[in-house]
């Protein structure tokens, strides 16, 4: 099982400082990470996202990139309203609404990550709950989480590939 937390900052600068530190908790082993994003949300609501270089094992594996990159694009940059879905984003999100990403998780995070906001991204494959939670506590983020079981993440992969 997957863990894909969202955590809103009213700033820029404790967005950064927690990325950081979710950087560091990864190389000190308390999570295992599948992919890790900073989201930065300027005042006029235009979203920009930055990746970790090198650091550590992120995004290991092409599949598991491409379904982080495209979770990433389906919270942050696909416009809800008045989209008319294609066959790559009909099947895309008939697969997320039978997964832990539902319509309801997505409207969460589009309604916490709004302008002048930004967020840390983390898709986790392991996670110490307890140092996780502790370590983050003082950046006074707001969490939006919601898990993936492996049969989820590989439909959705199945569904990526397909298109």
Do not use: W
Not at 42 to 60: A, L, S
Not at 146 to 161: F, N, P, Q, V
Request: glycine share 12%.
């Amino acid at each position: 099982m997957s863990d894909l937390i969202v955590i809103a900052f009213d700033n820029e600068a404790q967005a950064e400082a927690a990325y950081n530190e979710v950087q560091s908790l990864e190389h000190d082993l308390v999570v295992e990470l599948a992919g890790l994003a900073l989201v930065k949300v300027d005042g006029e609501g235009k979203t920009h996202v930055e990746y970790p270089g090198t650091v550590g094992k992120v995004g290991v594996g092409a599949a598991g990139g491409a379904l982080f990159g495209t979770l990433i694009g389906v919270l942050f940059f696909v416009p809800f309203a008045g989209l008319i879905f294609g066959g790559l984003f009909g099947a895309l999100f008939a697969g997320l609404d039978k997964s832990g990403l539902d319509a309801q998780f997505r409207d969460r995070v589009k309604s916490t990550v709004t302008a002048g906001k930004s967020a840390v991204v983390i898709y986790a494959v392991k996670l110490t709950e307890d140092k996780f939670a502790a370590a983050l506590a003082p950046y006074e983020g707001t969490v939006v989480q919601t898990s993936l079981s492996e049969d989820d993440e590989k439909a959705l992969i199945h569904d990526l590939d397909a298109k």
